[in-house]
Nanobody, 122 residues
Framework: QVQLVESGGGLVQPGGSLRLSCAAS????????MAWYRQAPGKQRELVVG???????NYADAVKGRFIISRDNAKNTVYLQMNSLKPEDTAVYYC????????????????WGQGTQVTVSS
């Protein structure tokens, strides 16, 4: 069984910073791409940024220059440093990971965290 556990959300003023973390727990798995998505009220879930196991990144235009994704493969953890936050960044942020594991046969699928609320407001 693989689980993604997020932490680090909260309330911050415009212009402030937050750091999200997402750790994968379990055993016998390989993590490929990890990503952060977000979903604002009344809107569809959207990709914020992804990072491959090789370190290549893909940022949404709305967060380029403000957010930084990183990962620690030894800890099976991905981070999202969010700077210069704006009210429009308010959303539930979800961690996503493309994970392969062997359980009789080898399978590979997406896993999701439970989500963490980020609110940017004065």
């Amino acid at each position: 069984q693989v689980q993604l556990v997020e932490s680090g959300g909260g309330l911050v003023q415009p212009g402030g910073s937050l750091r999200l973390s997402c750790a994968a727990s379990g055993s016998g798995f390989t993590i490929y791409t990890m990503a952060w998505y977000r979903q604002a009220p009344g809107k569809q879930r959207e990709l914020v940024v992804g990072i491959t196991d090789g370190g290549s990144t893909n940022y949404a235009d709305a967060v380029k220059g403000r957010f930084i994704i990183s990962r620690d493969n030894a800890k099976n953890t991905v981070y999202l440093q969010m700077n210069s936050l704006k009210p429009e960044d308010t959303a539930v942020y979800y961690c996503n990971a493309d994970i392969g594991r062997y359980s009789g046969t080898y399978s590979r699928r997406d896993y999701w965290g439970q989500g963490t609320q980020v609110t940017v407001s004065s």
